[in-house]
């Protein structure tokens, strides 16, 4: 980690209930006090307003957000409407998105684009499968994703937000990224924004994902362009997210 504050974010994925919520919320509030990262909760857009409610304006997120601004989109909700309810976060281009839902890397761009628009801070997800990992493929996968959403937000707009590489092997499967191994691709990814635009990219913060532990963060986070991680299974847990938030505010 570097002098950029870290971010750690919670992507509860399709998980929850009303009940769940306020007992991990309750005990989250209870110890967050002492954390100097900055902590972001993304929910499923039904309990947006319960985190609301509950916790501190910045702590809001969703977990997608539609690529139109309004209209016949049955089911899409809009960066507006979430901006309009609180939200103050919003992930975009998950890679469980652009599997399940075939989100394109133009598609991801113009929701980065839209939560702009809309004034919620985008946290861009970019990351490679194994079999494209095994060829040798990770940095032109990665470099193509990312330079989709420097075209379209410019490295101003991913300042606004944040970047977050995902390795699609690492997700779930308890297979962790080596802190060497995201390291690099933290760099190289750093290295790309920053030939965009010289010196801002020493401000842009890069999340690592993927089985994110209490055990495993801080070797993770002590990386010199790990800027902080995006924890799903982990975030489960009230104190496991809050191990690996205090393994961010070293
Ligand atoms: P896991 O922490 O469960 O591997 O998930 C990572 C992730 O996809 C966060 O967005």
New binding site residues.
């Given amino acids: 980690m570097s002098e950029r504050r870290a971010l750690v974010a919670a992507?509860w994925k399709m998980h929850g209930s009303r009940a769940s919520n306020a007992a991990w919320l309750s005990e989250f509030i209870a110890a967050r006090d002492g954390l100097t990262c900055e902590a972001v909760v993304c929910a499923p857009y039904v309990y947006l307003q319960q985190l609301r409610d509950q916790l501190t304006v910045g702590q809001v997120g969703a977990q997608d957000v539609a690529a139109n601004t309004a209209g016949a989109f049955t089911g899409d909700v809009s960066a507006e409407m979430l901006r309009d309810c609180g939200c103050d976060w919003v992930i975009v281009g998950?890679s469980e998105r652009r599997q399940w839902h075939h989100e394109t890397d133009q598609i991801v761009a113009l929701k980065a684009e839209r939560a702009l628009q809309a004034g919620l801070r985008p946290l861009v997800c970019v990351g490679e499968t194994l079999q494209q990992r095994e060829a040798g493929e990770t940095m032109a996968v990665l470099s193509a994703q990312l330079a989709a959403i420097l075209h379209r937000i410019g490295v101003e707009g991913l300042l606004r937000g944040g970047l977050a590489y995902?390795p699609v092997w690492?997700?779930?499967t308890g297979r962790t990224a080596t802190a060497q191994q995201a390291q690099e691709v933290h760099a190289a990814l750093r290295a790309q924004v920053q030939q965009g635009a010289s010196g801002s990219a020493n401000a842009l913060r890069i999340v690592y994902?993927?089985?994110?532990k209490p055990a495993n963060a801080r070797e993770l986070f002590a990386q010199p362009d790990i800027d902080g991680g995006?924890?799903?299974?982990?975030s489960l847990v009230a104190g496991d997210f809050l191990a690996i938030c205090a393994a961010a505010s070293v």
């Fill in positions: 992507n998950h995902e690492a997700i779930g994902g993927g089985s994110v995006l924890i799903g299974g982990a």
